[in-house]
């Protein structure tokens, strides 16, 4: 089975951190770029970021630049998603998924194979 799995998600105040994990099991990661998704209720599912299969080019939404960072460790077998000042209005499902396109802009779902089920983020006082 290929599976990727989010944890790392939880409640935290406006301004605090979380870091995402995204493990993968069944296939590694090695030649997959992995893409950072997120989706509000009543709201489309967006592209937040990507990182490529060697980390060395990372692509951000202008809502989350300087904010949010992916990063992988290939040999873990596992991608992260560090979000720093988190705002209210990041509040949301965060899903990771994994592709063998190219990261070269904000990711789009439909250039991505494999899905996690997602983790719930929630920004509030």
């Known amino acids: 089975q290929l599976q990727l799995v989010e944890s790392g998600g939880g409640l935290v105040q406006p301004g605090g951190s979380l870091r995402l994990s995204c493990a993968a099991s069944g296939f590694t990661l090695d030649y997959y770029a992995i893409g950072w998704f997120r989706q509000a209720p009543g709201k489309e599912r967006e592209g937040v970021a ?55 802009s904000v990711p789009m779902t439909g250039s991505y194979d494999y899905w996690g089920q997602g983790t719930q983020v929630t920004v509030s006082s």
Request: glycine share 6%; net charge positive; charged share 25%.
């Open 50 to 104: 990507c990182i490529s299969n060697s980390g060395g080019t990372t692509n951000y939404a202008d809502s989350v630049k300087g904010r949010f960072t992916p990063s992988r460790d290939n040999a873990k077998n596992t991608a992260y998603l560090r979000m720093n000042s988190l705002k209210p209005e990041d509040t949301a499902v965060y899903f990771c998924a994994a592709s063998r396109r190219r990261c070269t």
